[in-house]
């Protein structure tokens, strides 16, 4: 079996329903924030990025809100698919590294 | 569309062995980095690595870790002598492409290491 590690908070939506997935950051000063989905036994994909001077950017069927006065990132999936399935997690980028949050699973039912 | 390839997909190494992980990063990216993540945690940061020295690294980045660009295509990892809590995935990325700053890191599927 699997190794105790982080319970990931775990996000179930129907297929065809709509996720946010929320994630808050540590530093104030960051002004860069990345979302990757990870499948199981892969590495962090890309998704979409967002820029501190910005507070929402849209991509093919994604959003990425920021509220900087919270420190708080949300990540938006519209009409979720099963192949959306996979754990999200949001990454703060602080001079020459990320920081990744502990991530959410989300389960697509059928 | 351009990848980071990492070679091997699975490492088992004895305990006190040296290990080496291998990268090819995205060709005209000039930034590459590992990170860490045992199994069912979140993705650790390890070392970044520009203009052949490193940048920054954290505190899992001890003596027994390496890094090395050996030639133009090439970015490993090296673990003088492992213990078993070096036991985890190990994934490379890269990005930059010395313009705008705020690129995405792009990264690949990860060596998984096991230490017995």
Known sequence: G???GLHLPTLSVQEGDNSIINCAYSNSASDYFIWYKQESGKGPQFI???RSNMDKRQGQRVTVLLNKTVKHLSLQIAATQPGDSAVYFCAEDSSYKLIFGSGTRLLVRP | EPEVTQTPSHQVTQMGQ???LRCVPISNHLY???YRQILGQKVEFLVSFYNNEISEKSEIFDD???VERPDGSNFTLKIRSTKLE???MYFCASGGTGGLVGQPQHFGDGT???IL
């Open chain 2, 64 to 66: 027994q870790f390496s």
């Open chain 2, 32 to 34: 590459f980095y590992w």
């Open chain 2, 18 to 20: 040296e290990v080496i």
């Open chain 2, 86 to 88: 070096d036991s985890a």
């Open chain 1, 48 to 50: 979409i990025d967002i």
């Open chain 1, 2 to 4: 699997e190794s105790v």
């Open chain 2, 112 to 114: 998984r290491l096991s």
